[in-house]
């Protein structure tokens, strides 16, 4: 289940993202209270296709973030500083771009109850998102994959712009300039921009998702998209047909005989995920799975689940861009994501010899073999 390809096998930069880096305050179920963590979808995305890697793959993904000054920098200096710095401890390259007339982002997460109970306050402006032009004469360019948190409208159009680019470098690169004109058009993961989540976006949600190959909202989004909300719990029944609203419509390209080759990926939390596509080939209809969480609700080693699941549609593209497919890759993403809840903001790593690392004390092959256990002997999710 865990991939343990060689990087030397590995042509160029396999995963990037696209979404942005922010500064996080987070208080917890128990009041404590945490300010300045760094994070945002393209932080913890970037996190999670680099556990999904290991330490000897790291130099296979890549990032570039667009940040704005922050006033409130504390002792660990300013969004741009910390990013670097973390890029340089998972020994990934990383770029930040930094911009003198604008804030950094900053958002609130409030854990009112427990983890289902979360009011989020978004940054009064919106995120700056890394343009395909950010990319440009870096490797990042040609990844095979890229996770991108947009609305809509842009999401539509990634993969074109990002198309684009490359064939300008091709144009007008010199003889000595490295670039990979052959890489394949890159996988594209579409995490949607909740701001954007509402029935009015719906039809522009199912027109971007032919652009697409995995779209993946959390369950609470897909239900405010097309029944204006949803329930304090998810329920079986109700996912299942929210998520065939988009499947029937179409995600990603078609093949000759007109069908998509995209899925969906409902992430549920603690309640696990939904995967959908439809069948190629001979087969008629659709194939879906339904996949566990590493940690059951009311685990004691849920610390804070802010940017798991970031963090798993990461380790999931980077997964998918080596060659698994979509059901496959959401497995290991899943234990994945367990990392990442288990402290607020990063989590802590080692490297092993033999090209092994310890991520908080654990292996990610040792934490594979728990949840396959978990996963064979799952009942399936609640009915709700």
């Known amino acids: 289940m865990v991939n343990t390809q060689s990087a030397e096998t590995m042509p160029g930069c396999l995963f990037t993202t696209l979404a942005p880096a922010m500064l996080t305050d987070v208080r917890l179920p128990n009041g404590q209270e945490e300010r300045g963590i760094i994070g945002g979808p393209g932080v913890f995305s970037m996190l999670g296709a680099r556990i999904a890697a290991g330490h000897t793959n790291s130099k296979t993904i890549g990032a570039s973030f667009t940040v704005g000054i922050d006033l409130m920098a504390d002792q660990q200096g300013d969004l741009s500083t910390q990013l670097l710095a973390l890029g340089r401890d998972w020994g990934t390259p990383l770029i930040t771009k930094v911009v003198n007339d604008m804030f950094a982002s900053r958002e609130v997460v409030d854990y009112q109850y427990d983890f289902l109970t979360r009011k989020v306050t978004l940054p009064a402006e919106v995120p700056a998102s890394t343009n395909p032009t950010d990319l440009a004469g870096t490797p990042m360019l040609y990844a095979h994959s890229i996770h991108t948190c947009d609305e809509p409208r842009v999401a539509a159009r990634r993969r074109e712009a990002i198309m684009a ?133 009311g685990s004691e080693e849920v610390v804070d689940p802010t940017g798991a699941g970031s963090a798993f549609l990461g380790a999931m593209a980077w997964l998918m861009a080596t060659g698994k497919d979509v059901f496959r890759a959401a497995e290991t ?41 978990k996963f064979f002997a799952w009942k399936g999710p609640f009915i709700g």
């Open 165 to 297: 680019v490359r064939g300008l470098e091709v144009t007008f690169a010199s003889p000595e300039h490295e670039f990979r004109p052959t890489a394949p058009a890159p996988i594209m993961v579409w995490e949607p921009n909740p701001a954007f989540c509402n029935r009015s976006q719906l039809q522009a949600h199912k027109d971007a998702c032919k652009s697409v190959d995995v779209f993946s909202p959390c369950w609470t989004d897909l239900a405010a998209m097309i029944n204006g909300g949803s329930g304090s719990v998810p329920n079986r029944v109700e996912i299942e047909a929210l998520a065939f609203v988009f499947l029937k419509s179409g995600i990603g390209k078609k093949t000759a005989d007109g069908r998509h080759q995209g899925a969906i990926v409902v992430r549920m939390g603690q309640y696990g995920c939904f995967v959908g596509k439809q069948m190629l080939g001979d087969k008629d209809g659709f194939e879906s799975m339904w996949l566990p969480a590493f940690y059951s609700d």
């Open 333 to 373: 993403a899943s234990v994945v994501a367990s990392f990442v809840v288990e402290q607020v903001g990063a989590p802590g790593h080692a490297p092993l010899p033999k090209g092994a690392e310890m991520i908080n004390g654990k292996e990610l092959e040792e934490k594979a073999e728990v949840y396959n256990k």
